[in-house]
Protein backbone atom coordinates (compact mmCIF):
# COMPACT_ATOMS: atom_id res chain seq x y z
CA UNK A 1 0.00 0.00 0.00
CA UNK A 2 1.53 3.27 -1.17
CA UNK A 3 2.20 6.19 1.45
CA UNK A 4 -0.59 8.37 0.84
CA UNK A 5 -3.09 6.02 0.60
CA UNK A 6 -2.68 4.79 4.56
CA UNK A 7 -2.40 9.02 5.11
CA UNK A 8 -6.26 8.79 3.66
CA UNK A 9 -6.62 5.53 5.97
CA UNK A 10 -5.29 7.57 8.54
CA UNK A 11 -7.49 11.14 7.71
CA UNK A 12 -10.60 9.32 7.39
CA UNK A 13 -10.31 7.04 10.84
CA UNK A 14 -9.47 10.73 12.15
CA UNK A 15 -12.75 12.53 10.88
CA UNK A 16 -14.67 9.57 12.24
CA UNK A 17 -13.08 9.96 15.64
CA UNK A 18 -13.75 13.77 15.85
CA UNK A 19 -17.60 13.06 14.78
CA UNK A 20 -17.79 10.54 17.54
CA UNK A 21 -16.08 12.81 19.89
CA UNK A 22 -18.24 15.89 18.65
CA UNK A 23 -21.46 13.54 19.52
CA UNK A 24 -19.98 12.46 22.76
CA UNK A 25 -19.53 16.09 24.13
CA UNK A 26 -22.83 17.30 22.87
CA UNK A 27 -24.72 14.12 24.70
CA UNK A 28 -22.71 15.46 27.78
CA UNK A 29 -23.92 18.68 27.60
CA UNK A 30 -27.50 17.55 26.98
CA UNK A 31 -27.27 15.68 30.11
CA UNK A 32 -25.99 17.99 32.11
CA UNK A 33 -29.16 20.29 31.13
CA UNK A 34 -31.85 17.82 31.83
CA UNK A 35 -30.57 16.64 34.72
CA UNK A 36 -28.73 19.21 36.14
CA UNK A 37 -25.82 17.56 37.03
CA UNK A 38 -22.22 18.33 36.65
CA UNK A 39 -21.03 15.94 34.89
CA UNK A 40 -16.99 15.71 33.78
CA UNK A 41 -17.33 15.01 29.62
CA UNK A 42 -13.41 14.55 29.76
CA UNK A 43 -14.17 11.29 31.87
CA UNK A 44 -16.63 10.27 29.25
CA UNK A 45 -14.13 10.72 26.14
CA UNK A 46 -11.30 9.06 28.16
CA UNK A 47 -13.63 6.00 28.54
CA UNK A 48 -14.33 6.22 24.74
CA UNK A 49 -10.98 6.24 23.87
CA UNK A 50 -10.34 3.12 26.00
CA UNK A 51 -12.95 1.10 24.49
CA UNK A 52 -11.95 2.24 21.04
CA UNK A 53 -8.11 0.87 21.50
CA UNK A 54 -9.39 -2.07 22.45
CA UNK A 55 -11.47 -2.50 19.93
CA UNK A 56 -8.53 -1.66 17.26
CA UNK A 57 -6.08 -3.98 19.23
CA UNK A 58 -8.37 -6.81 18.80
CA UNK A 59 -8.69 -5.90 15.23
CA UNK A 60 -4.79 -5.31 14.56
CA UNK A 61 -4.19 -8.79 16.68
CA UNK A 62 -6.69 -11.02 14.63
CA UNK A 63 -4.50 -11.52 11.19
CA UNK A 64 -1.96 -13.21 13.92
CA UNK A 65 0.42 -9.47 13.90
CA UNK A 66 0.65 -6.16 15.13
CA UNK A 67 2.94 -3.79 13.12
CA UNK A 68 4.04 -0.94 13.39
CA UNK A 69 1.93 0.81 11.41
CA UNK A 70 -1.34 -0.56 13.03
CA UNK A 71 0.43 0.49 16.90
CA UNK A 72 0.84 4.30 15.30
CA UNK A 73 -2.68 4.03 14.29
CA UNK A 74 -3.92 2.66 17.52
CA UNK A 75 -2.01 5.76 19.20
CA UNK A 76 -3.83 8.47 17.75
CA UNK A 77 -6.44 7.72 19.03
CA UNK A 78 -5.33 7.83 22.74
CA UNK A 79 -6.58 11.95 22.90
CA UNK A 80 -8.20 11.65 26.67
CA UNK A 81 -7.41 8.24 27.34
CA UNK A 82 -5.13 5.23 27.67
CA UNK A 83 -5.75 1.93 27.70
CA UNK A 84 -2.84 0.51 28.88
CA UNK A 85 -2.35 2.98 31.32
CA UNK A 86 -5.68 1.84 32.58
CA UNK A 87 -4.72 -1.32 32.96
CA UNK A 88 -1.38 -0.50 34.75
CA UNK A 89 -3.22 1.13 37.10
CA UNK A 90 -6.17 -1.17 37.45
CA UNK A 91 -3.30 -4.49 37.79
CA UNK A 92 -1.41 -2.14 40.58
CA UNK A 93 1.49 -2.37 38.36
CA UNK A 94 1.48 -6.16 37.68
CA UNK A 95 0.93 -5.62 34.00
CA UNK A 96 2.96 -3.29 32.65
CA UNK A 97 2.71 -2.87 28.67
CA UNK A 98 3.32 -0.28 25.83
CA UNK A 99 2.03 -0.47 22.28
CA UNK A 100 5.51 -1.27 21.14
CA UNK A 101 5.72 -4.63 24.11
CA UNK A 102 2.24 -6.17 22.85
CA UNK A 103 4.26 -6.85 19.42
CA UNK A 104 6.70 -8.83 20.91
CA UNK A 105 4.70 -10.98 23.35
CA UNK A 106 3.95 -14.55 22.39
CA UNK A 107 0.82 -15.22 20.29
CA UNK A 108 -0.66 -17.26 23.17
CA UNK A 109 0.14 -14.28 25.64
CA UNK A 110 -1.73 -11.77 23.20
CA UNK A 111 -4.52 -14.22 22.61
CA UNK A 112 -5.49 -14.13 26.59
CA UNK A 113 -5.10 -10.54 26.73
CA UNK A 114 -7.70 -10.10 23.94
CA UNK A 115 -9.62 -12.74 25.45
CA UNK A 116 -9.77 -10.79 28.93
CA UNK A 117 -10.20 -6.86 27.75
CA UNK A 118 -14.31 -7.47 27.59
CA UNK A 119 -13.99 -8.35 31.58
CA UNK A 120 -10.91 -5.61 31.99
CA UNK A 121 -13.04 -2.86 30.61
CA UNK A 122 -16.49 -3.58 31.61
CA UNK A 123 -16.82 -1.45 34.53
CA UNK A 124 -15.61 1.33 32.69
CA UNK A 125 -17.79 0.91 29.28
CA UNK A 126 -21.17 0.89 32.07
CA UNK A 127 -20.17 3.76 33.51
CA UNK A 128 -19.59 5.24 29.79
CA UNK A 129 -23.21 4.42 29.05
CA UNK A 130 -24.85 5.65 31.70
CA UNK A 131 -24.90 9.07 31.05
CA UNK A 132 -25.29 8.72 27.11
CA UNK A 133 -27.93 6.24 27.27
CA UNK A 134 -30.32 8.32 30.03
CA UNK A 135 -30.22 11.22 26.91
CA UNK A 136 -30.77 8.76 24.33
CA UNK A 137 -33.65 7.76 26.02
CA UNK A 138 -35.20 10.89 26.89
CA UNK A 139 -34.20 13.36 24.31
CA UNK A 140 -35.71 13.32 21.09
CA UNK A 141 -33.75 15.83 19.17
CA UNK A 142 -30.10 16.02 18.11
CA UNK A 143 -29.48 20.07 16.48
CA UNK A 144 -32.07 19.93 13.60
CA UNK A 145 -32.01 15.96 13.27
CA UNK A 146 -35.05 14.21 15.50
CA UNK A 147 -33.78 10.95 16.78
CA UNK A 148 -35.19 7.97 18.70
CA UNK A 149 -34.04 6.43 21.35
CA UNK A 150 -30.73 4.37 19.92
CA UNK A 151 -30.03 6.82 17.23
CA UNK A 152 -26.97 7.89 19.74
CA UNK A 153 -25.54 4.30 20.10
CA UNK A 154 -25.99 3.56 16.46
CA UNK A 155 -23.92 6.68 15.53
CA UNK A 156 -21.42 5.91 17.69
CA UNK A 157 -21.14 2.18 17.35
CA UNK A 158 -20.83 3.27 13.40
CA UNK A 159 -18.13 5.77 13.62
CA UNK A 160 -16.15 2.65 15.57
CA UNK A 161 -16.78 0.08 13.24
CA UNK A 162 -15.52 2.83 10.63
CA UNK A 163 -12.40 3.35 12.54
CA UNK A 164 -11.89 -0.30 12.74
CA UNK A 165 -12.74 -1.30 9.29
CA UNK A 166 -9.64 1.39 7.77
CA UNK A 167 -7.21 0.16 10.44
CA UNK A 168 -8.33 -3.70 9.24
CA UNK A 169 -6.61 -2.10 5.66
CA UNK A 170 -4.07 -0.02 7.00
CA UNK A 171 -1.11 -2.62 6.31
CA UNK A 172 -3.19 -5.17 4.28
CA UNK A 173 -6.65 -6.30 2.93
CA UNK A 174 -8.81 -6.13 5.99
CA UNK A 175 -10.17 -9.36 6.46
CA UNK A 176 -13.47 -10.96 7.74
CA UNK A 177 -11.78 -11.84 10.69
CA UNK A 178 -11.03 -8.29 11.33
CA UNK A 179 -13.81 -7.02 11.01
CA UNK A 180 -15.54 -9.48 13.10
CA UNK A 181 -13.95 -9.18 15.77
CA UNK A 182 -14.44 -5.50 15.76
CA UNK A 183 -17.84 -5.65 15.76
CA UNK A 184 -18.12 -9.01 18.29
CA UNK A 185 -15.77 -6.10 20.62
CA UNK A 186 -17.70 -3.06 20.16
CA UNK A 187 -20.79 -5.32 21.48
CA UNK A 188 -19.34 -7.22 24.08
CA UNK A 189 -17.86 -3.48 25.27
CA UNK A 190 -20.71 -1.12 25.32
CA UNK A 191 -23.40 -2.22 23.02
CA UNK A 192 -25.10 -4.61 25.91
CA UNK A 193 -25.20 -2.15 28.30
CA UNK A 194 -26.58 0.44 26.52
CA UNK A 195 -29.68 -2.04 25.26
CA UNK A 196 -30.23 -3.27 28.33
CA UNK A 197 -30.77 0.43 29.73
CA UNK A 198 -32.78 1.25 26.59
CA UNK A 199 -35.07 -2.09 27.36
CA UNK A 200 -36.09 -0.54 30.48
CA UNK A 201 -33.06 -0.82 33.13
CA UNK A 202 -33.10 1.99 35.86
CA UNK A 203 -30.38 4.49 34.54
CA UNK A 204 -27.47 5.30 36.85
CA UNK A 205 -25.75 8.36 37.42
CA UNK A 206 -22.62 7.93 35.07
CA UNK A 207 -19.86 8.34 37.99
CA UNK A 208 -16.72 6.57 37.37
CA UNK A 209 -16.38 2.85 38.44
CA UNK A 210 -13.89 1.86 41.26
Not at 76 to 99: C, K, P
Not at 121 to 141: H, I, K, R, T, W
Amino acid sequence: MEEYDRQDIFDKAAQAYDHAEATIKAMDDVFQNVTGNNYDASLTLAQFDMILQGVLLSVACADGTFDVLEQDFIRQFAMHGDLLEYIRSDSNGEVDLTWDAIADLPDELVSTILQVLPSVLDDQCESFVYPLAAVDFSYSQYGSVITTPGDFLKSIESDMIQIAGLLAFVDSEGTDEEINAAVQMIYELEGKHWRDLLSGRALGSGQEKQ
